[in-house]
Structures are given as C-alpha cells and as structure tokens.
C-alpha cells in the first residue's frame, strides 16, 4: 500500500493588541440569579419550588447578584458579551463580515476562572424597573448601573485576514450601533454604548508562531 503524503499546517501568524473602551452611556448589568437558576433547574427535574408567598424581599441582595464580579472582588464584563456585540456589528455590507469577526477576533479573560474582563467603574447604583414577565404579567427588578465605566480590552486577531484598524474600528461601531449588557441600542436602547478611548495608546505585538505540523507515515514512524 503506498504511503499517504504528509500533511502540513501554515503557521497562524497572531497579533495581540490592547485598547480602551470607554461607556458613552450607563452600563446596566442583569446576571441571572443563582436562586432563580436552583429553581429553574428543580422544575426541571421535576422537584416542586415553593411559591415563596410571604418571603421578604432582598432587594440589595438582588442588585448585587446581578452584577458579574471577578475573583478580586471587582466587577467585570464576560468576554462574550463583548464577542457578541463585536460580531453583531460586522456585516458584509460595512466590509467586515460577521463570520470573519467570529473566526479572527478573540476576546482574552483577566479573570479566566469567571471568563470576565475586568472593569474600571465607580461604585453602580441600584435600579428598580418594572419589567413584564409571562403573559401580561409584571415584576420589579433591582439591577446594577455604572455611570462611569470602562474597559481594557485584550484582544488577540489573525492578521492575515483583518488589521488592528479594521477591529479598532469594528469595535466603535459595535459601541455606537450595538452595546452591552441591558437596554442597548441593538434591542431598542440607549445604554451600554462605548467607544475607544482615545487617551489610552494602543498597544500591539506579535504572538509567537504555532508550530508546524506534520503528519508522518506508518513506514516514517518506524
């Protein structure tokens, strides 16, 4: 039988860089609530919840739940969310498609146990809204605001299909167009929009080069 050819693989040439991101508006956070998911997953294996009629309401207990803390204690933003929102600002028609952000842009953890890129921000402030939930029903909601925040972002890219001023760019118009969190622009609202901080000097390097490699035959094997 004769022998398959080797098969090599082009290195992929990386490039890490570092920039700000600076709220334009308040960011408001809405983590779901390990209570709620405990009942979620009860229902689920058919355990009955308790209604909880009667039960006082913890109110800051709820506001500080819904924010996304890192392990240091400071808040932070998950690294999909920012992911998401880059991606949704892509489209062919800007020359920057969608599936070229997924595949080329990637979004690096501060804190990798959380999956989360810590945040600088003032202390938030409490919010009650009044949401509907169900058919026709309504709830309060008691969520985190940051008035002043902002974001470094590590990004690693593959520059051999997009450049650091083409994702730099992709970002302001996800921060105009798209935003974080609740109540963004991309559902309707005005919250969560950013932009990249002009103060802050763009960092960027190279990554190493994957190595090579190479498939070898039974016969180079032995």
């Given at each position: 039988m004769a022998a398959k050819a080797s098969i090599k693989l082009i290195p992929q040439k990386l490039v890490e860089i570092v920039f700000q991101i600076i709220g334009t508006s308040p960011?408001?956070?809405?983590?779901?609530?390990?209570k709620v998911l405990v009942n979620l997953r009860n229902t689920h294996d058919g355990v009955k919840v308790k209604a909880g009629r009667g039960e006082k309401r913890d109110?800051?207990?709820?506001?500080?739940?819904a924010a996304y803390t890192c392990e240091n204690g400071k808040f932070g933003v998950p690294t999909g969310a920012i992911k998401?929102?880059?991606?949704?600002?892509?489209?062919?028609?800007?020359?920057?498609?969608?599936?070229?952000?997924k595949r080329a842009i990637k979004v690096i953890a501060t804190d990798m146990a959380n999956n989360l890129v810590e945040m600088e921000c003032d202390d938030p402030i409490?919010?009650?809204d009044v949401v509907r939930v169900g058919q026709g029903g309504t709830d309060l909601r008691y969520r985190p605001e940051f008035r002043n925040w902002s974001v470094v972002v590590t990004c690693h890219i593959d520059k051999e299909t997009v450049t650091t001023e083409a994702v730099l760019n992709l970002f302001n118009r996800a921060g105009?167009?798209?935003?974080?969190?609740?109540?963004r622009p991309e559902k309707g609202g005005e919250y969560g929009c950013f932009e990249i901080d002009q103060s802050f000097p763009v960092q960027q390097r190279d990554l190493p080069e994957l190595s090579l490699v190479k498939s070898t035959t039974k016969k180079e094997a032995a």
């Open positions: 960011l408001i956070q809405h983590r779901w609530d390990e109110r800051e207990g709820e506001f500080r739940r998401k929102c880059v991606m949704n600002a892509a489209h062919k028609d800007i020359g920057f498609e969608r599936t070229l952000a409490m919010r009650e105009f167009g798209v935003g974080l969190h609740e109540w």
